[in-house]
């Protein structure tokens, strides 16, 4: 049995297909949903590692309807279980070059590091692969490589050495104890922690004076400069730059990114004006 873990539903996904037709790789997949690179990560006394993210996510996808609930630690902690139960099981963490994928190994490394002769790590930073046009490529995800390229890439898993869990050990409570907003990859297995405003100038550079949905300021904020922490943080950061007095808001934040607008302080109020208006 190989447990299979990777960050991401979409990577998930394509990790699962794979497998399915890969006798070689059959095994689970363990998809992380929570992305470790934004938020904190030192937990507060008596708050377990869960509530902790739980909470950050329910801030910042402001829906009461629907709350978050984080639980990639009580099935890590399952996986680690199955470990210690099955002689024969291993773990392979995939590992893409985004900072989520690079903060999840420092996460699951002590927790995996109890079983070092069956952890194994498929690092495909800087590797080529093949699109659908047979042209070579350099994903940052597992969710763009195709399965039988996934296939390929099987034989890059290694098992993680004392000398990892010594070293990329101390970069995660390195990381916990500066406990800033955001961490950005910095190539290899190196992050760098830095505040959770660090996006804003992006954001705030497609705002202008007049108002335009969240919605749009922050999909060209992704598209333009490619920021890795998804929509719903970006969205998050825009009400805080409004709590703040940075930016104006008219609409219901409490609601999806297409349900209110923002502007820079000053200027016409108006709703932007549409072309041939």
């Not at 949903?33 to 008596?46: C, F, N, Q, S």
């Not at 890439?153 to 990892?164: H, K, N």
Request: contains cysteine; negative net charge.
């Amino acid at each position: 049995m190989i447990y299979h873990i990777v960050v991401g539903d979409v990577a998930g996904d394509r990790l699962k297909e794979t497998i399915q037709n890969e006798p070689s790789m059959a095994g689970e997949v363990l998809v992380l949903k929570d992305i470790l690179h934004v938020g904190p990560l030192r937990k507060a006394e008596g708050q377990t590692f869960s509530e902790l993210r739980s909470a950050f996510w329910n801030e910042v996808a402001a829906n009461d309807k629907n709350p978050v609930q984080v639980d990639d630690m009580e099935r890590l902690l399952e996986v680690s279980k199955q470990l210690f139960n099955d002689d024969d099981a291993q773990a392979w963490y995939w590992m893409a070059p985004a900072p989520a994928d690079v903060t999840g190994f420092h996460w699951v490394l002590p927790y995996l590091g109890k079983h070092l002769t069956r952890f194994y790590l498929v690092n495909i930073a800087g590797l080529p692969f093949l699109n659908e046009q047979g042209k070579v490529y350099y994903p940052k995800s597992f969710g763009e490589i195709l399965p039988k390229e996934i296939v390929k890439a099987r034989r890059l898993a290694r098992l993680v050495t004392p000398a990892e869990l010594e070293i990329d050990g101390e970069e995660w409570r390195k990381l916990v104890e500066e406990n800033t907003g955001i961490r950005v990859h910095e190539g290899g297995k190196k992050l760098r922690s830095v505040s959770e405003e660090h996006y804003d100038k992006q954001l705030e550079s497609f705002c202008s004076h007049q108002y335009q949905k969240a919605s749009k300021i922050v999909n060209q904020a992704l598209s333009k400069f490619s920021v890795p922490t998804g929509d719903l943080y970006l969205g998050w950061r825009l009400r805080k730059m409004v709590e703040s007095g940075r930016l104006q808001m008219q609409g219901d934040a409490t609601k999806q990114l297409k349900d209110f607008d923002v502007k820079l302080p000053g200027g016409d109020i108006t709703a932007e004006p549409q072309p041939g208006a």
